[in-house]
């Protein structure tokens, strides 16, 4: 149980797939202009970000490694991701249109998003079980989100604030990012 904890609290802070390991700054950057786009965008990136990671385990260790078909992992992954991102897709078209519509072009990009594959990939890599799996991108999925909702926190209220025009925008944001990549430095100390 100790060993699933740290798993947890490695993939949401320690080893924080956007500010630590660098992977799906796309869409930080780009929809982070706001704490409600960004709040939309990582709930549905959790949503797929763990379900695709969970279902390309499932896939792998039932079907590609049993064949012999290992190499192929790459492809049986990007079409889950692909799958799982137009259930979601149909899912918010029909309950909510409104956060579809917020969501925009920003949704079919998740399929791109290298986090939601780059957790897969690692979770098959490091040989994790279904539930470590399953940990594992609910850690990295619940980090996204956090960090997406911080930084498009921020972001509001240095939209609001007087900024001299050399540092408005994205100079800023990449100042911003990379003092939060800092403070989450701090976090390495949990891991030992």
Known sequence: MAD???????ALLVNNFVLAQFLGLCPFMGITKGY??????????????SFSALCAHLLYHGILAPLGL?????????????GVVQLVKYYLQATSPVLHQLLGIYLPLI???????GVALLAINANLNTLETLIFSLGASGGFTGVMVLFGAIR?????????????????????AGLMSLAFMGFQGLAG
């Not at 699933?4 to 490695?10: K, T």
């Not at 290992?70 to 692909?82: H, K, N, S, T």
């Not at 399929?111 to 594959?117: D, F, G, R």
């Open 36 to 49: 409600d786009t960004a709040l939309a965008t990582g709930i549905a990136t959790t949503f797929v970000l």
């Open 111 to 117: 399929t791109s998003n290298c986090a939601v594959l």
């Open 70 to 82: 290992e190499y192929l992992r790459i492809i049986l992954f990007i079409v889950v991701i692909a």
């Open 4 to 10: 699933l904890a740290l798993l947890l609290i490695g």
């Open 156 to 176: 509001e209220v240095i939209d609001h604030d007087d900024v001299p025009a050399a540092f408005r925008g994205t100079p800023l944001a990449l100042v911003t």
